[in-house]
């Protein structure tokens, strides 16, 4: 079963079966936790780094920022591992600058930088990252294998006149 996660939402599963997927990550970074012993995936799509923008939005959907979205994912690893972070492996995708070619806001790279000051801060680390770059991808996980497959779009250009 495809199971999609759309922008600021957390999905995992057991499902040996299963594959998680989101879409068209523009600026925004799909965070997966991955692990072989537990034989289970978590994928998260965060929009923004900070919450503080928004607080109200945070406590509906605390996926949508990395400094809320991080922590809901870490407690789940943490249910599933019985508190052993180092059985699961942590991967990001994402992070481009779409229609930000001057990096006024550099949004996808202060998301990639969040999400990695918050897992070093909980003792985790990314083992991969495929962030940056001008174009969109999307992002599937086999949950049976951990195999990730991104699709990438090239968007430079698009929307300008």
């Not at 939402?9 to 936790?33: M, N, R, W």
């Not at 922590?71 to 990001?92: C, Q």
């Not at 992070?95 to 806001?105: C, H, N, P, T, V």
């Not at 991969?128 to 990438?152: F, L, P, Q």
Request: proline share 2%; with cysteine.
């Amino acid at each position: 079963m495809r199971i999609d996660v759309g922008i600021g939402e957390f999905k995992h599963s057991k499902g040996e079966s299963d594959e998680i997927k989101t879409y068209g990550l523009g600026s925004c970074v799909a965070l997966i936790a991955y692990s072989r012993h537990h034989r289970a995936a978590g994928m998260i799509h965060i929009a923004l780094p900070e919450s503080e923008i928004n607080p109200g939005k945070a406590s509906d959907l605390p996926g949508y920022f990395a400094d809320t979205g991080v922590p809901l994912m870490l407690e789940w690893v943490d249910r599933v591992s019985g508190k052993n972070r180092r059985a699961f492996t942590f991967r990001m995708y994402g992070g481009a600058s779409i229609l930000d070619d001057q990096r006024r806001f550099d949004i996808g790279r202060r998301n990639a930088l969040a999400i990695k000051r918050l897992l070093w801060k909980y003792g985790c680390g990314v083992i991969k990252e495929e962030v940056g770059g001008t174009s969109s991808r999307t992002v599937t996980v086999a949950v049976a294998t951990g195999d990730i497959h991104v699709n990438t779009v090239e968007t430079r250009g698009i929307g300008r006149r």
